[in-house]
């Protein structure tokens, strides 16, 4: 008996969420969200002045942290709009190879049987406050980032990623991995000087590609593999700017992860949003601020399949 036989689907599920997990309609950060982001900002420089510490300090950081959450859980998922539209799928190839978020009826238009079944976010990281969302029923994703007022260099990724399950069709297979997000991003810094030392700061955001391959021994491990990247920006000491926004829609042109497969393959096929922040402070007591954000909404995924023989 193959390994693949032995394996329900549900374990299937929890050791593909275990191998991806590292130790909007409108996606776009709302009025409220601002408002929740610039709080989060205002608390982190108390904390760094030292006017506000321990248990006040971590009520004060839950509290902004689960409004932000909230804030995005409750915007209206793009999926109500977007698979809502026949004629839209109608211009669909083969709907075999839709994936949709789970809170859909099912089979919503002949042929969409398929759903997401995989979801996962990274732990927090030192010296960070952060956010992440990944919502099976509806596609949202979300990753921000905030620096905390602690000096020295530290780093941090805020990552959250939506994923399927996938069994190649024939023989031997060529897979094709694009999923539909609707994205908005934005970012701020400000980095103080230092005398005689150089501070510094770095943000990046990006969508990773990433598929799984079940092995012999029922665990999965890393197939293929890419990175989508939105911004990268380098901020060097006495200097800042603030919010620098952007959003579009992936893939437009992008071709999408691709990779070949077998009809014994099982596939964790996974699109992470994950948005990295560093910094270098030499000062003891002033501080490198920032923020950043990713938001998404992740209609469906195309998982197209062909036969190589």
């Known amino acids: 008996m193959s390994i693949t036989e032995q394996i329900t689907d549900d374990e299937l599920v929890a050791r593909a969420v275990a191998a991806a997990t590292r130790p909007a309609p409108d996606p776009f950060v709302d009025a409220a969200q601002e408002e929740v982001l610039a709080s989060l900002a205002a608390v982190e420089a108390l904390a760094g002045r030292g006017e506000l510490v321990g248990d006040e300090l971590n009520a004060r950081r839950s509290a902004l942290v689960d409004a932000l959450r909230g804030s995005v859980v409750r915007k209206d998922p793009a999926f109500r709009w977007y698979v809502g539209s026949v004629e839209r799928l109608g211009a669909a190839r083969f709907f075999q190879w839709i994936y949709l978020p789970s809170d859909l009826p099912p089979e919503p ?49 805020a990552r959250a990623g939506l994923g399927v399950l ?40 990006e969508f990773e590609l990433l598929a799984l391959r079940l092995n012999s021994f029922g665990d999965f491990e890393s197939y293929a593999g890419r990175s989508v990247p939105l911004w990268d920006k380098y901020t060097g000491t006495g200097t800042g700017y603030g919010w620098q926004n952007g959003k579009g829609q992936f893939p437009g042109g992008d071709p999408g992860l691709s990779f070949v497969g077998t009809s014994a393959d099982v596939f964790a096929i996974w699109v992470f949003v994950k948005v990295t922040m560093s910094k270098q402070d030499y000062d003891p007591t002033w501080f490198t601020t920032g923020q950043a ?14 036969a190589l023989l």
């Open 109 to 157: 238009v002949p042929g969409t049987g398929h759903r997401y079944e995989l979801a996962a976010t990274d732990p927090d990281p030192l010296d960070f406050t952060q956010v992440k969302v990944a919502d099976l029923g509806t596609g949202k994703l979300f990753a921000q980032n905030t620096f905390r007022s602690v000096p020295g260099a530290t780093s941090g990724t």
């Open 166 to 205: 996938v069994r190649p069709n024939h023989q031997y297979t060529r897979l094709v991995f694009q999923p539909e997000v609707h994205y908005a991003f934005g970012h701020r810094v400000d980095v103080p000087t230092a005398q005689g030392k150089v501070n510094s700061a770095h943000s990046r955001g």
């Open 293 to 306: 954000y990713l938001d998404c909404e992740v209609p469906l995924m195309w998982v197209e399949q062909s």
